[in-house]
């Protein structure tokens, strides 16, 4: 089993950044590909992006290319979302999920419990 925990989250004004982390306990996640995923109020769940078990590759939603970079540091047993110029629509539940690249949620076997980021205009 892997248990994922995210942290990071938080309140913060416009145009300002996070840096989110999704740590391990238990199996290490550092043979598995691990994705992002947001979800605000009354939405759906939402792909962010995906990193590759080795890091070599990421990919990005269309809808957050450019200010958003997903890194890892094995090492850690650690993944990274950076957040960079908020704005009030990326006021959601973040979360990291384990073991699959692709954009469906549903192809995903572990999940974390979330980490709230909230942006104020």
């Known amino acids: 089993q892997v248990q994922l925990v995210e942290s990071g989250g938080g309140l913060v004004q416009a145009g300002g950044s996070l840096r989110l982390s999704c740590a391990a306990s238990?199996?290490?996640?550092?043979?598995?590909?691990v994705g992002w995923f947001r979800q605000a109020p009354g939405k759906e769940r939402e792909y962010v992006g995906t990193v590759t078990w080795s890091g070599d590759r990421t990919y990005y939603a269309d809808s957050v290319k450019g200010r958003f970079t997903i890194s890892r540091d094995n090492a850690k047993g650690t993944v990274f979302l950076q957040i960079n110029s908020l704005n009030p629509d990326d006021t959601a539940v973040y979360y990291c999920a384990a073991g699959s690249r692709s954009a469906n949620p549903r192809l995903y076997t572990y999940w974390g419990q979330g980490t709230q980021v909230t942006v104020s205009s």
């Open positions: 238990g199996r290490t996640i550092n043979s598995y590909d």
